[in-house]
């Protein structure tokens, strides 16, 4: 953990404490306060010292937002199906927060499509916040960061936060694990349904959305996707996914969309898959943060570099993996 | 870690230890038994008892291969692509060793392209060895066994092992952490350059594959790559990654490919690269099992669920998840 920077953050000063000074943020993120839930965010993302405090502050206030979804190969057009989702939910009079997980690179750290492109529509409204969340290698397509931001959102009185990330290979599991209604799209003619499989993406669908359905080819888009969800395993009562065809930059489409949401949630209202999925979240987000720490012990203990000695040895063929990595988990257990 | 099954294994009895058997087993994989190899990787990706005895028999033997990631989308052709490279390298008279790692689902865990259709062209090549690796969730897109199969084709005196896997997302950085040479295959109109940049694909490669080059729009797929190529930032000294153009079905430029294998392969060595990016794979392979551990130690405590009921407080809002992993921590730390 850093320490923490003198005068950072809000930039007001006087004798009240931090705690104080945090309550009123969240206090006024609450209110509506684009700028103070912004600096929230922006606080959970970066990690700093006032991290654990203000999650201390946030938890009693959660648990009331509704989370979607929304993973899809690029092209399958997620932005415009978000986009058309918080018009629909703000026509409702719900605050709406959107995190777009985008997986920029690794390398960079930095997040290609800016807010600025995203907010255009929404720029003078406070029920909107739209937030792109860098994805930062090691722990999945999603930014480690992306679970607090959630917390941020639902405290401070979002009705529904939509996470809309980049799927192929794990991305898509992990949103699942985060959302309460997994939204999958598909665009026709991107290729057959066994690379979408082999991708596996489908399984992790509440709702799919065939999206672009004015092209050629979403009949057998959405024939080939019958088939698979006819062929998957299920019990008498599971939720078996519905399939929705959207021309979101149209909006043709969307209103069903949000009328098999509404099922969804009611679906897991009523059979308490929404307490487990939220159990099962936070059982995810606490080893993530675990590991991140034991990551960060393993990586960085204190005086020496453990790691490269060890893995020098391994590439020279002195040493076995396993061996190492015993070594190093004894070296953490011995530090602190 | 499980107990050995007794009797397990290679069938054979006798009053020799297991590290003889081992041995024996290492050797005959060396001397080109194709079962005894696929013995050993099915040891290393099923993670029992032996594993440990095994890698550390292995490790001497390691550092040999040539290792060559292939990564793209799904479509743009990387099984046909591998199968190319696979017949370039035996036409040389090198032994090739193919692992395919299959984004299946993380739910069924199965592999969903079985071996016996890659091995259809070579089953009766001993010089090759192809073998699918199933991606099992949270380790990321590359199997968590994919290191350990590597160095067990390493040992057996492969001298190029190629390493396929979907890349959109994080696989493709996992690929190239694993690889000395990570070749990235794009295909013509598979959307356009800002989607794959979105992904994240482009900024670890050492080769721009584009495949599928009897497709329209070749052209404007290898200048958008260029224009890439161009605006990255690099240093006099370093690798400028080169685009080769194949029609990898009917063998099209798959010489021109090799060649810049080859030339890539020169310049690894010639800078220290290779020895750089081998001890920056054991770092990662290290730090992977390790943590797969300290994982294991989270979420399987003895005798309670402490992760269960952490989860529990933190969904109804009672603890913060911070607070949460650390007592989980501490609870690995007084456990052993």
């Known amino acids: 953990m850093e320490a923490p920077a003198p005068g950072a953050g809000d930039g007001r000063s006087g004798s009240d404490g931090p705690g104080t000074r945090i309550e009123d943020g969240i206090e006024r993120a609450r209110g509506g306060d684009a700028r103070a839930l912004a600096r929230l965010v922006s606080l959970v993302e970066n990690g700093n010292a006032q991290l654990r405090p203000v999650m201390k502050a946030l938890a009693p206030l959660t ?9 899809g190969a690029p092209g399958v057009g997620k932005s415009t199906v978000t986009g058309a989702l918080v018009r629909a939910y703000r026509d409702r009079g719900l605050r709406v927060g959107v995190l777009a997980v985008d997986p920029t690179s690794p390398f960079s750290g930095g997040a290609l499509l800016g807010d600025r492109v995203r907010m255009q529509d929404h720029a003078t409204d406070t029920g909107v916040f739209i937030r792109s969340m860098a994805s930062r290698g090691h722990l999945g397509g999603l930014s480690a960061a992306t679970p607090q931001a959630l917390r941020v959102l639902d405290a401070a009185g979002f009705d529904v936060v939509l996470i809309e990330t980049v799927g192929v290979g794990q991305a898509e599991v992990e949103v699942a694990s985060l959302a309460d209604t997994t939204l999958v799209l598909v665009a026709p003619g991107m290729g057959d349904s066994i690379q979408a499989a082999k991708a596996g993406i489908l399984e992790v669908a509440d709702i799919y959305v065939v999206n672009k359905a004015d092209r050629p080819g979403v009949q057998e888009t959405v024939r080939d996707l019958r088939t698979m969800i006819a062929m998957a395993q299920r019990g008498e009562n599971d939720w ?10 149209t909006g043709e489409g969307v209103d069903e969309l949000t009328r098999r949401l509404d099922a969804h949630g009611a679906w897991l209202d009523s059979c308490g898959e929404r307490d487990r999925r939220r159990r099962e979240r936070a059982r995810e987000e606490i080893a993530a943060i675990a590991l991140a720490e034991l990551r960060r012990r393993l990586g960085a203990l204190p005086g020496d570099d453990r790691l490269g000695e060890l893995a020098g040895r391994v590439a020279a063929g002195q040493l076995d993996p396993y061996t190492a990595a015993d070594e190093l988990i004894a070296g953490i257990r011995s530090a602190s």
Do not use: D, N, S
């Open 63 to 71: 648990g009331r937002a509704r989370v979607v979804g929304l993973t």
């Open 240 to 249: 078996k996914p519905p399939i929705v065809t959207t021309t979101a930059m």
